[in-house]
């Protein structure tokens, strides 16, 4: 599914702007006929989330009627018309004109229907949209499970199994497009191999018709390569070599314009597509991850799309300013935690060098419980990784797909105190006292997301990120171990001595056990920015900078460590829970309102210099 542009084939219009907006608690606007009008609508932004605006619908997960009228005048001849929804929060219908367009299933990802026979051409039309977002076991990501599964086991609310608030509505734009009725489906860019002298190139293009003529040019300052190809059965698959390419690195995020032109069986352009491109390769070595053959320690954070007002919404000033401000800090990389990002946050990276861990909805997975459920939710979880690696797979910024986000073993702890104990018996476990020897629930599942990975991307390393307390054999199911480590916070509270000495310990054991480079992909400290206390005490900023400290002193020290990104970027909005003070994880480094904590001045010492 190639994203809609506009050029002299292909057009598309964005109807972000305001919109008609009725809750439906009922369900009885299908009933009714909402999908013409709304008997009693308010008006609601798109993009936006609707729990974010509007008092009666903090924490209202249900269905959501959004109505939207538009006037389309378009040359429609040998033209395909259609709708793109880049992504609503989580389970949508469409109509078009009265018309229903079908039910869509996943929050984060773009879909689209062919509405060439249903769209009023310079006429006005009517687009319905019905949108839910309620927590079940069977939904990617899960919820309405009996409590926060793989947290503390504390209630919260709303009851997501997941630590960010379920926001729900139209989060990115909405499209009307049209493409020519022959052309180009799909395009694939691959760097097979490169180094200053040359690299080997690979286009992919898909088209729908089954014969023609494929042109590919790849420019980039003038310099132009430029090939020819006959298409078979749909495919064209075109190797090439690029002499002295300008390879894409963050210190020179170099993009190539890669235009794609389609002729017919006559000869005739009939379709043309143009995408930002980088020539580079990634890896993961014995060390870590290497770009273009050299070693590329990763310095960053785990993020959210989450800001004031927009909620969830694609908010573009803030998506600019956190680039600008992980500039400032010295970072390199940020992790699209947990769920895939609007595409413009990858256009930007790639534009910026930023280097990027693309994330699945895959959050909060847990393996015990109904089978059917389990087998459901699988079979999403394995869609949505599919889809992600089709949507962001040209973008150069993408390094690493990480499959899951702290999938959680049967019963792994139910309080804070269990988990105390349960990581110093696993630590324990680890040096060798016991050995797991049964394949731990779950296992097979994660497995098969790495070969989803993989099967579909050749190109770049594929991960899952683990919980303190996961099985041993799930650390090295990916490329390179990926943990999440809370020592200091969760676990050895206000210790911080103590918490040094365990996680250097168990760095060293794991890294021994697997061989393989290890990634802190989080680790931090809720801090309310303000707070202060000598000595540092919890949620001072002066406790987040002696925390944060521990962590980066390691990975200075210890080689295998190879990468470092912090638990959090900003502060972020959560369900309520005993340990979410005002509804909101505070372990940003900036608040939610992008003002500096102490320890973003300290990582800028650190990071920038
Ligand atoms: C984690 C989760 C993240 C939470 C974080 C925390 O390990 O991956 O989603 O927000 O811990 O702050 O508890």
Redesign the pocket.
């Known amino acids: 599914m190639l994203r809609p542009i506009n050029n002299k084939f292909r057009s598309c219009h964005s109807l972000a702007g305001l919109w008609d907006f009725q809750m439906d608690p009922d369900r009885c606007g299908e009933k009714n006929r909402w999908f013409k009008v709304l008997p009693n609508p308010r008006s609601i932004p798109v993009p936006s989330s609707w729990n974010e605006l509007f008092d009666d619908a903090r924490d209202y997960l249900d269905e959501s009627w959004y109505l939207k009228k538009f006037f389309f005048n378009a040359h429609l001849e040998n033209k395909t018309s259609y709708l793109r929804f880049d992504s609503a929060n989580y389970f949508s219908c469409i109509w078009l004109n009265g018309v229903g367009l079908g039910e869509h299933e996943g929050g984060h990802l773009p879909f689209e229907y062919d509405v060439s026979d249903k769209i009023l051409n310079t006429q006005e039309n009517v687009l319905a949209v019905s949108v839910e977002n309620r927590l079940f076991p069977s939904r990617v990501p899960p919820g309405g499970a009996d409590g926060w599964k793989?947290?503390a086991g504390t209630s919260m609310y709303p009851d997501a199994n997941?630590?960010?608030f379920p926001y729900c509505g139209l989060h990115r734009d909405v499209f009307v497009c049209t493409k020519p009725v022959q052309c180009i489906e799909d395009i694939k860019f691959e760097t097979l191999a490169a180094s200053v002298d040359s690299a080997s190139v690979c286009v992919r293009v898909v088209t729908n018709i089954k014969e023609g003529q494929i042109a590919v040019r790849l420019t980039i300052g003038g310099e132009q390569t430029e090939v020819l190809r006959t298409i078979t059965d749909h495919i064209t698959e075109i190797a090439f070599d690029v002499s002295k390419p300008q390879l894409w690195s963050p210190e020179d995020p170099a993009l190539y314009d890669l235009n794609v032109e389609l002729f017919d069986s006559s000869s005739a352009v009939v379709d043309e597509y143009l995408l930002y491109v980088g020539i580079r390769t990634v890896s993961v070595t014995k060390t870590g991850v290497s770009l273009n053959g050299k070693d590329m320690p990763l310095k960053g954070f785990?993020k959210h799309e989450d800001s004031d007002f927009f909620g969830r919404g694609l908010n573009l000033p803030v998506l600019v300013k956190d680039h600008e401000l992980m500039k400032w800090v010295g970072a390199n990389s940020f992790r699209t935690?947990?769920y895939p990002y609007a595409e413009e946050w990858l256009d930007l990276a790639d534009r910026d060098g930023l280097l990027v861990i693309s994330e699945t909805p895959n959050?909060g997975l847990y393996f015990d419980g109904d089978e059917a459920e389990l087998g459901s939710r699988q079979k999403l979880s394995e869609r949505f990784l599919a889809e992600l690696i089709d949507r962001d797979k040209n973008h150069p910024s993408v390094i690493a797909w990480s499959v899951a986000?702290?999938p959680s073993p049967p019963a792994i702890y139910s309080s804070f105190a269990e988990l105390e104990k349960t990581e110093e018996n696993q630590l324990r476990k680890a040096v060798g006292k016991s050995e797991v020897t049964t394949v731990v629930p779950g296992t097979q599942q994660l497995k098969d997301l790495i070969d989803v990975g993989r099967s579909y991307d050749a190109t770049r390393p594929v991960i899952v990120?683990n919980?303190l307390g996961a099985p041993d054999q799930w650390l090295d199911l990916g490329d390179m171990v990926c943990i999440?480590r809370?020592w200091g916070?969760?676990v050895k509270s206000g210790r911080l001595d103590e918490a040094a000495e365990l996680l250097e310990k168990e760095l060293e054991t794991i890294h021994k056990k697997t061989g393989k480079p290890i990634f802190l992909?989080?680790f931090?400290a809720?801090t309310l920015a303000g707070c202060h206390a000598v000595p540092s005490e919890m949620f001072s900023e002066e406790y987040q900078v002696e925390l944060l400290k521990i962590y980066l002193d390691l990975f200075e020290k210890k080689d295998y460590i190879c990468g470092v990104h912090i638990?959090?970027f900003a502060d972020?909005k959560?369900s309520q829970a005993v340990?979410r003070v005002g509804g909101m994880?505070l372990?940003g480094v900036f608040t939610r309102d992008r003002k500096p904590k102490m320890a973003a001045k300290f990582l800028h010492d650190r990071w920038s210099k």
């Open positions: 793989a947290g997941y630590d960010f785990g935690s947990h959050v986000n702290e990120v919980l999440t809370y916070w969760y992909a989080e931090g809720d638990w959090n972020f959560t340990l994880n372990k």
